[in-house]
Nanobody, 124 residues
Framework: QVQLVESGGDLVQPGGSLRLSCVVS??????IGWFRQAPGEEREGISC????????HYADSVKGRFTISNDNARNTVTLEMTSLKPEDTGVYYC???????????????????WGRGTQVTVSS
C-alpha cells in the first residue's frame, strides 16, 4: 500500500521559515512534486525533484526562496521554505509517481499518489 504523509505545516509570520516533509512508503518513486492549493484556487505545482538524477524544478513564485531535497535512504522529500509571504498560504500536498519525471510545467493529473496535505498559513 502506497502512503505519502506530509508534515511541518504551521502558522508563521511573513518573512518566516518552515520545513515541510513528505515520507513515502510502498513506492519506488521516480519523482516527487509539491503542490499547493489556496481556497478557491486551482492546485499549483511549486516544486519537484527526480529521485535518480536529482533534477529540481521551482515555480517562479517560489524560486530563490524554497529548496527541495530528497533522501532516498529515508524515502523522504523535504521542502525548505524561507522568506514566506501571505500568498504562500494554502494546503501543501506532496505527490509521487513511479514513472513521471520532474518536468515543467507540473501537472497534478500526472501524479498517481498523493498525501492528504498540510496547512501552511502565513499571516501576522
Amino acid at each position: 500500500q502506497v502512503q505519502l504523509v506530509e508534515s511541518g505545516g504551521d502558522l508563521v509570520q511573513p518573512g518566516g521559515s518552515l520545513r515541510l516533509s513528505c515520507v513515502v512508503s510502498g513506492l519506488d518513486y521516480n519523482s516527487i512534486g509539491w503542490f499547493r492549493q489556496a481556497p478557491g484556487e486551482e492546485r499549483e505545482g511549486i516544486s519537484c525533484i527526480n529521485s535518480g538524477d536529482g533534477f529540481t524544478h521551482y515555480a517562479d513564485s517560489v524560486k530563490g526562496r524554497f529548496t527541495i531535497s530528497n533522501d532516498n535512504a529515508r524515502n523522504t522529500v523535504t521542502l525548505e521554505m524561507t522568506s514566506l509571504k501571505p500568498e504562500d498560504t494554502g494546503v501543501y500536498y506532496c505527490a509521487a509517481d513511479a514513472l513521471v519525471l520532474c518536468v515543467p510545467p507540473m501537472r497534478p493529473f500526472a501524479y498517481d499518489y498523493w498525501g492528504r496535505g498540510t496547512q501552511v498559513t502565513v499571516s501576522s
